[in-house]
């Protein structure tokens, strides 16, 4: 069915023919479909019957590039029930080609919507120099994404992060911010009335890259952040290739973990209550009536 070249989404026009490309598309498929329905991204349609809308962020990077082809495809052969609305913010950053992603997206019939919002000004303006700029920076694209899909009736924005950008966030969580956290495939925003998706919650980084150089796609740098050295994330990010060097598969190991916690062998008292832990003897102490000798007349 994926080998079909007549029937093809126009996001794979120019797909390569070749064994190992087939493979990686139709993995990415998979981890993407397995991803959507073990989180229940897809919610019941409207009482009208109108489908849910997702806000696709488009940065024009290899992740955001893959996750838009991808979702198309599960749409495209009837596997997601929902309607995509492609949206890249042009953050104002210098030297950014405007007409890249708008030209990409008509060539291929993709609804869409660019945003101009010239917060890249504001984040140089406000941080002291030598800091980083990540933080500022995506609290103010996320405020922006936010108002785009409620002015586009959306329900969910939906973000590029792959595995590998989970696992480093769980070590910079670990190792800078003392606590056991990570970027989760699906939550709610603080206000309440909006989904956030990570549907690449599975797929590696390195397929992203394979899938975008083999399709060509004409990727954007992020020259605002990706120009910062000693970043934190690069840090973690060498140590996990370390560790992947040596031990491959290491990666995919510990993601696993992430899915698979038991707060009884970690230290939070407020997941589990080890102050009411009992042993065995003591529960059945107390449910079970003591033996107690009959005195009644003839004994």
Known sequence: MLDD???????????????????????????????????????????????????????????????????????????????????????????????????????????????????????????????????????????????????????????????????ETFFMNLFHGGRLATMPPKLVNEEGDLFVFRPLAHVAEADCERFARAMDYPIIPCDLCGSQDGLQRQQVKQILDGWEHNSPGRRQVMFRALMNARPSHLLDPKLFDFAGLVRDAEANAETVAPDVPDLSPGH
């Open 5 to 167: 070249t007549d029937d093809i989404h126009p996001l794979f026009r120019g797909a390569p023919k070749t064994t190992e490309f087939k493979k990686l598309r139709k993995r990415l498929v998979q981890q993407v479909r397995e991803a959507v329905e073990q989180y229940g991204m897809v919610s019941p349609a409207a009482r009208d019957g109108a489908r849910p809308r997702w806000l696709v962020c488009l940065s024009g990077g290899k992740d955001s590039y893959t996750l838009l082809a991808i979702l198309h495809e599960l749409q495209w052969r009837g596997m997601l029930p929902v309607d995509i609305l492609a949206c890249n913010l042009d953050q104002g950053q210098p030297g950014f080609p405007a007409t890249v992603l708008p030209a990409f997206l008509e060539d291929r019939g993709v609804p869409h919507r660019i945003e101009y919002q010239d917060t890249y000004s504001v984040v140089v303006d406000k941080v002291p120099q030598g800091r980083t700029f990540c933080a500022l920076c995506s609290r103010l694209r996320r405020g922006h994404l936010y108002r785009i899909a409620r002015e586009e009736g959306c329900e969910a924005v939906v973000l590029g992060h792959h595995r590998d950008d989970i696992l």
